[in-house]
């Protein structure tokens, strides 16, 4: 599709009383270089018009705004604020504080709004901490990636090991609240050489870490290396004890795994990310951001277009640079809900499923197969009625999912 499409309607959901709080993904598209195992919606550029991409975004920010007031008309309740990428930390910090200013406006937003962005270890962008924080940011999430120099130029990144081990104490010192991120299951990497690093990051700043298996992602550069046999890398019981490590070394720290990727002392959890699993309503503005917001009681799921300078075009043509939007059928909420929901170690509540699916739990999930899960130890319900993936069925959700949902 080349322009937005709506297509017919499937079945409204059933009436609620207030909308939840929604959250906000905005997306800065653009990097310094483009890292070999990135499949993201990232682009690098000789030269960027960072106000003329600012004022977009805010444009954007006012459309969608204005499409998601609640259905008296009122100003819909906001949870969180998250700049994304490609590298937000690239952004000018007045465009960021601009865009914190414009959302609180246009949006119910009380003191303890979250406000995250990501940032790279650099030395450039570290300097630029203190105006972010200025600007509003109360939370950082910082792309550390990995703390030895091997890995580091393996994975393309731009910092050093002494620039990320620096970054996390500026950070440290400068947000209320920090994560930061680590990639494991590399080539050759070691279950004591891993806990040791582990050890090291978490020293520095144990509130919160995003943990990724390095994974190979059609498109990318690793891609082609991996395909002509440049680097293997852990995989099966290698990769879930290197999983496992990370457990233990996080609860070392008080760190306790809430998501399967996503580790945390408990109150430190990502709000904005929390959104996402628990399927609420979410708004994303800039290039190539998804988004799915309750209108007239039914889902729509919308993508703007991908290219910054065509989103840019379009934005300032039409206040907006959607080319997808479909509203989800009650079996696509249904999927989609648990999906994301099973994610989380507190598991998934089926009346919220119902009431975000317009079904029956029985309609989304295969009963037989679930109690055949439950069985082999992948699945139980908890005495709060709530059904979780044991650390067994998070391992293997990719796995389990096709089969458990309808």
Known sequence: MTETQILAPPAPLP???APEPLALY???????????YCDFNSHVRP????????????????????????????????????????????MPPEAVADLIGRARALFEAGPELEITLEANPTSVEAGKLREF?????????????????ASLGFLGRNHSANEAVAALEHARATFPRLSFDLIYARPGQSEAVWREELRRALSLAADHLSLYQLTVEPGTRFATEHARGAFRLPEGDEAAALYAATAEEAARFGLLPYEVSNYARPGAESRHNLA??????????????????????????????????????????????????????????????????????????????ARRSGLDFDAVVDRAMLDALMEEGYLRWLP???????????????????????
């Not at 200025?134 to 120099?149: F, I, K, Y």
């Not at 206040?319 to 507190?346: Q, Y």
Request: overall charge positive; some cysteine; glycine content about 12%.
């Open 15 to 17: 009436s609620t009383q």
């Open 133 to 149: 924080r200025a600007a509003g940011v109360n939370r950082l999430s910082l792309g550390v990636q990995a703390l030895d120099a």
């Open 26 to 36: 905005i997306h800065w598209p653009f990097c310094a270089a483009k890292c070999p």
């Open 384 to 406: 709060d009625g709530r059904l979780q993936a044991t650390m067994e069925g998070r391992l293997r959700l990719d796995a389990l999912l096709p089969v458990l949902l309808r």
């Open 47 to 90: 030269g960027v018009d960072a106000a003329r991409h600012g004022r977009a975004l805010l444009a954007e920010l006012e459309h969608e705004a204005a499409r998601a007031r609640s259905g008296d008309g009122g100003r819909r309740a906001l949870a969180s604020i998250f700049f994304g990428g490609g590298t937000p930390s690239l």
């Open 276 to 353: 996402y699993w628990r399927y609420a309503d979410y708004l994303g503005i800039g290039a190539g951001a998804h988004q799915r917001l309750t209108l007239d009681g039914r889902i729509l799921a919308t993508r703007r277009h991908r290219a910054p300078e065509i989103w840019l075009e379009r934005v300032e043509r039409d206040g907006h640079a959607r080319v997808e939007e479909e509203p989800l059928s009650p079996v696509e909420r249904g999927r989609e809900a648990m999906l994301m929901g099973l994610r989380l170690s507190e598991g998934v509540d089926p009346g919220r499923i």
